[in-house]
């Protein structure tokens, strides 16, 4: 918006002179306009490249991309400190930008109409990619700050109406956003080429009609609506499944430590990256592998996290005598995908750090993203890292599918098994879950309630929502499922300090016992490990933050939205009232 008003400003002084410059108006037979820019199939397909920098993936430079970076969540814990929002801000990106990318995909939807000799189906294609991102930053919008303006055109800087708009109700922009990404399904080719096709618009379509669903249900209490955008994501995640296209591998690690993920299976669409040295011509890395084997202290999955996984039985760790006193006991005879995404053998704090001095916030190593065969090569550190990031995958889209066959209450054992069954056998080594009265169980023995949900979900939906959690852990859903299901309580210190602890002071005590010996902690002083980290408030569990100084809280009644930039809606008073709290 701000650079539209920016626009705007240089009109009103273009204006100005006009009366005086009219000759400087005549445009130069040999120079280029809009129109004569638009000359082919290729043209569309050179503009919408600028679009594609809107999945971030794993991060370009030393930016992060959406892996392991939420700055709030349970899952893991920042190097740093962080809580909900607390001033309106006077501007922010998180307005602005989807606005720009909005007006980018209009522009090339509009300019479909002028490029000549293009067959129906091409030009609907080509449609069809300019509203799959319009609607991508749409939900982006709505998300962040719930009712939003509803884009649909180009909007001229003289159009004062236009530019003045109310809020549009999120669901009336939500529903629009399914409309495109629907468009988009039906039209977009069935291209095998790593770009947008009708099948990513059905990945991006299944995630965002959930979205919306949950909110629908679990904030507004609007069983109808609920079941409009359940369905909708039901019937996206469907049409991938029964597409025959994709299978779910063995091989889980591979999905994220790849050089090139080009002919893995579970890849709907990712972000390809390369680095050929300085000055190169092409290249794009990012420092994701760097992030998470630096000397500075990384992000460490939290007690919560490493005990949402289940025991290698398939049951829940409540169900059992799980032990954290020291490492072997937490990772023994578990789901294993938790060895996948932390080391199983390293415990590292602050001042006992492992291999090229890493150490974690939590004292459990992330390196879900470290691709050890690059050890000593020049894309080893950051920001050279070339691993190629998944942006939709097949296993997101079958927890999406599980999810809203769940919350309509239609579930079968058969959407257990061509869904999420597939997914716990072949990347947790776990057995399938069986459904009967309602209720799952493993192997004959019936999940019960779990004591830490205190939520009123149901224990069918709450074993769902772990499954889901352990697939896709740290790949950047956490926040949003939180902020769906309205349980931001669990990003609160005092309602859920597992969310921000870490190892055991027994494990951590164990494991330097077992090793002080070696070369690489030799000359180290556990009294100094021990005064040098944060421990909760009985000495047993490693804390990520000083909670004496750092408590996060989170407002049940404004933590859910974002504020609208105050600038915002000083040049459109239309925009109000704020969002509840703000």
Known sequence: MRNKILTIAFAAFALSLSSCNDYLDKQPMDSSTDENNWVSEASLQTFSWKLYNNFSGYGTGWSRGQYLNEGMSDDYSADGYSQPTSNAPSTSGSWNNPYEEIRRANILLERVDIVPNLTDATANHWRGVARFFRAQQHFDLVKTYGDVVWVDKVIDVDDVAKLGSKRDSRVDVMKNVCTDLQFAADNCAATTDNTVNNMVAYAL?????????????????????????????????????????????????????????????????????????????????????????????????????????????????????????????????????????????????VGMAYTEGVNSSTGYWTNKFVLASDYGTGTWLAPYNTTDAPLFSYSEVLENYAEACAELGTITQNDLDISINIVRQKHGNLPAYTLAGGALSVAGKTITHDPKNTFGVSDLLWELRRERRSELMCDGFRYDDLMRWKLGALLDFDKNPDGYLGASKAAIDAFYNAHKGETIYKGISYDDIIGGNFWNSNNTYLSAFNTAKNKRVFDETKNYLEPLPSTEITLNPNLKPNNPGW
């Open 205 to 349: 379509l299944s995630r965002v009609a959930l979205y919306e669903g949950a909110w629908q249900r679990y904030h507004e209490n609007n069983a109808e609506n609920a079941k409009y955008f359940y369905t909708i994501a039901k019937n996206a995640a469907s049409a991938i499944i029964s597409s025959g296209k994709y299978t779910i591998h063995d091989n889980y690690q591979s999905n994220y430590l790849s050089k090139s993920l080009k002919g893995n299976s579970e890849m709907i669409l990712y972000k390809v990256y390369q680095y050929t040295g300085e000055g190169a011509a092409a290249t794009l890395a990012h420092s994701m592998q760097g992030w998470c084997n630096s000397s500075s202290k990384t992000w460490g999955l939290t007690k919560s996290a490493v005990e949402a996984f289940a025991n290698a039985d398939g049951l829940p760790i409540y169900m059992s005598t799980y032990s954290d006193a020291t490492v072997e006991d937490v990772f023994k005879n578990r789901d294993t995908r938790l060895s996948k995404i932390i080391e199983p053998n390293v415990l590292c704090p």
